[in-house]
């Protein structure tokens, strides 16, 4: 059943109710006025046959007009007496008891029926009700009306909704609700509008940061490509023209001890170079050193690299993290100190790493200028989504002029 179906049913029902309620004070108040009536009628009834009696059986012409509620019957003589009517259910139900009629003789031979005559009351009583009824039904079906048009309003106004919502799941996210009379449908265009809004943004944002990820990628594999290529495809090929020339030199001791010297120092430019392209990839000394160990070697790594001192304060008994979790946290501070280096202009950072319960709390902050980024980039939310999947919250703080801090807390981080 519609919404409207349903309002209209409970409040028939409703109606309905008080109608009935109406109707049975109605019939129990009239009840007690009836029977009051029809009580002085049957006294007046009771008193004409007594009259009647006394005056020998004439009764005046003129007392037929002037009675309520006393029905006056002459029977002709030699006629039988009629029986009393039908009583309707109403008059059951305002008088249970009937009144008894009187016959009285008449001095002509026939006969005189007095009865009470409850009819004038019951119809009354009858037109009562029709009009409690009538006017009922009238403010039922306003009622009706009334709900039929907010609810329709209403209903209009969420088949809209339905509509935009359905436009949003399917990708149009420029979607927009007009404006409504309506206050409380105002503020639920309002509310849709800007989720499509942000919806719309965010899309926009994501297919930004997605380019922006691709470059990078595509930096990456070239930057990559260029230290195989110029870097250790160099000395590979030094260190192959090395080896034809010790075929050559074998016979000259000297010239084979500076080719051998040579050799060596290819392989070890090789292996350093090797060693800074798997560290760049996958930081394998995580598997070996114990997180106070790695973080200290990155900060004196970065800092050689970088020329900015690097000030650090580490707990001495930090949590022990399993590999995935090292790899997070180390990856996070490595973001972190890329920017750093990239953005901040800063001569000084220090890097404070403490345990906190079973935790970590880690602080790292800058003297550069302080700037907000202007829109946050893949560094920043790299840092966050690895900050959440510690389970930790990852806060910034900049104060132009004053520098950069980077605050996490990390809950329960131990191994079991």
Same mark, same amino acid.
């Given at each position: ?54 005056? /020998? /059986? ?27 009517p039908r009583r309707s259910w109403l008059s059951e139900w305002l008088y249970p008891d009937p009144f008894p009629a009187r ?5 002509? /031979?026939?006969?005189?029926? *007095? ?27 306003v009622c009706l009306v009334a709900i039929r048009w907010a609810i329709g309003r209403a209903m209009q106004m969420l088949e ?7 436009? $949003? ?44 990820? $691709? ?29 034809? *020339? ?44 114990? *997180? ?15 020329? $900015? ?8 008994? !930090? ?9 997070? !946290? ?43 980024? /202007?829109?946050?980039? $893949? ?28 605050y996490l807390s990390l809950p329960s981080l131990e191994s079991s």
């Amino acid at each position: 059943m519609s919404v409207v179906g349903r309002a209209n049913l409970l409040v028939s029902l409703f109606f309905g109710l008080v109608a009935l309620v109406c109707m049975a004070v109605l019939l129990r108040q009239a009840g007690h006025d009836v029977q009051r009536e029809l009580l002085a009628a049957q006294t007046v009834v009771d008193y004409l046959a007594e009259s009647v009696a006394r005056d /020998g /059986g004439r009764f005046p012409p003129e007392l037929d007009a002037g009675l309520r509620h006393v029905d006056v019957v002459r029977i002709e003589p030699g006629t039988a007496v009629p029986l009393d009517p039908r009583r309707s259910w109403l008059s059951e139900w305002l008088y249970p008891d009937p009144f008894p009629a009187r016959l009285v003789h008449l001095s002509d /031979g026939g006969q005189l029926r *007095l009865s009470v005559d409850p009819s004038d009351e019951v119809e009354e009583v009858a037109e009562s009700l029709w009009q409690l009824l009538a006017l009922l039904s009238g403010a039922l079906m306003v009622c009706l009306v009334a709900i039929r048009w907010a609810i329709g309003r209403a209903m209009q106004m969420l088949e809209r909704l339905l509509s935009g919502l359905q436009s $949003i799941s399917r990708g149009r996210l420029a979607t927009r609700l007009d404006t409504h009379r309506l206050p409380e449908a105002q503020q639920v265009v309002a509310q849709f509008n800007g989720m499509a809004s942000a919806l719309q943004s965010a899309e926009a944002e994501n297919a930004l940061l997605t380019r922006r990820l $691709i470059e990078l990628q595509e930096r990456e594999r070239t930057r990559l490509a260029q230290v195989l290529h110029d870097d250790l495809g160099q000395y590979l090929a030094a260190i192959r023209a090395q080896a034809c *020339l010790l075929s050559v030199q074998a016979d000259n001791a000297e010239a084979v001890r500076r080719t051998a010297a040579i050799l060596e120092a290819h392989s070890l430019h090789l292996q350093d170079g090797f060693r800074t392209l798997v560290r760049d990839l996958y930081p394998v000394m995580l598997e070996h050193l114990e *997180l106070d160990q790695a973080v200290r070697q990155l900060a004196g790594q970065w800092q050689s690299a970088q020329g $900015i001192e690097c000030r650090l304060r580490l707990d001495p008994q !930090l949590p022990t993290l399993d590999i995935d979790r090292k790899v997070h !946290l180390y990856r996070l501070l490595q973001e972190a100190l890329t920017n750093i280096a990239r953005h901040s202009r800063a001569s000084r950072v220090q890097l404070q790493l403490r345990r906190h319960g079973r935790g970590l709390r880690l602080l790292l902050k800058d003297n550069g200028h302080g700037q907000p980024p /202007g829109r946050p980039g $893949i560094g920043l939310r790299s840092m966050a989504e690895r900050a959440s999947c510690l389970g930790g919250e990852l806060r910034f703080r900049q104060r132009p002029g004053s520098g950069w801090s980077l605050y996490l807390s990390l809950p329960s981080l131990e191994s079991s």
